[in-house]
T-cell receptor, first 115, second 113 residues
Framework: DAGVIQSPRHEVTEMGQEVTLRCKPI?????LFWYRQTMMRGLELLIY????????DSGMPEDRFSAKMPNASFSTLKIQPSEPRDSAVYFC?????????????FGQGTRLTVV | AQTVTQSQPEMSVQEAETVTLSCTYD???????LFWYKQPPSRQMILVIR??????QNATENRFSVNFQKAAKSFSLKISDSQLGDAAMYFC??????????FGTGTRLKVLA
């Protein structure tokens, strides 16, 4: 398996524009996570899905952020409208259940810059 | 809410020496797992070591070992014989049946030649 695949790797957009980040989890993994990484706050869990169903979105900062998982092999994180404070690295991760301390496998991240 | 605290934003170690990175967590759960992840400049998150809370024995992986103190809710990472390739951000993480992969703010490790 190629691992967790995120696209794009880098995204530069203007304030007010819509941004969509994409993620393909590892095949067979039933959990998918979206994180945001900043210097100040480290890795923040935004939302996670189990079997394509959102379980906990309490980390989503505000209504401008939304995430979907239409099927087991694809998820999106959308920011509309984007703001400069949304600039960060966004990671997607997947794991095979949560039994036995299964590790979360991460994608390469998307560096988002909002100007 | 569960929290993971890494109080050392940055650490330095001389090549071939030993360094310990600190992590504390807060939880009321009895069954959970703890991890250390390494993030080199490539941004890729790499699992370094994991610890099951029900195991008293500290986990070890080659030059990496942990000091798990369950009562104190402490989970430190010791890197022995530090190498230049160990330079990275290190994140401590907690996961349980209820709380999924909560991460600390990270510690940047510099290895001095």
């Amino acid at each position: 398996d190629a691992g967790v695949i995120q696209s794009p790797r880098h995204e530069v957009t203007e304030m007010g524009q819509e941004v969509t980040l994409r993620c393909k989890p590892i095949s067979g993994h039933d959990y998918l996570f979206w994180y945001r990484q900043t210097m100040m706050r480290g890795l923040e869990l935004l939302i996670y899905f189990n079997n394509n169903v959102p379980i906990d979105d309490s980390g989503m900062p505000e209504d401008r952020f939304s995430a979907k998982m239409p099927n087991a092999s694809f998820s999106t994180l959308k920011i509309q409208p984007s703001e400069p404070r949304d600039s960060a690295v966004y990671f997607c991760a997947s794991s095979l259940g949560l039994q036995g301390g299964t590790e979360a496998f991460f994608g390469q991240g998307t560096r988002l810059t909002v100007v | 809410a569960q929290t993971v605290t890494q109080s050392q934003p940055e650490m330095s170690v001389q090549e071939a020496e030993t360094v310990t990175l600190s992590c504390t967590y807060d939880t009321s759960e009895s069954d959970y797992y703890l991890f250390w992840y390494k993030q080199p400049p490539s941004r890729q998150m790499i699992l370094v070591i994991r610890q099951e809370a029900y195991k008293q024995q500290n986990a070890t992986e080659n030059r990496f070992s942990v000091n798990f103190q369950k009562a104190a809710k402490s989970f430190s990472l010791k890197i022995s014989d530090s190498q230049l390739g160990d330079a990275a951000m290190y994140f401590c993480a907690f996961t349980s049946g209820t709380y999924k992969y909560i991460f600390g703010t990270g510690t940047r490790l510099k290895v001095l030649a």
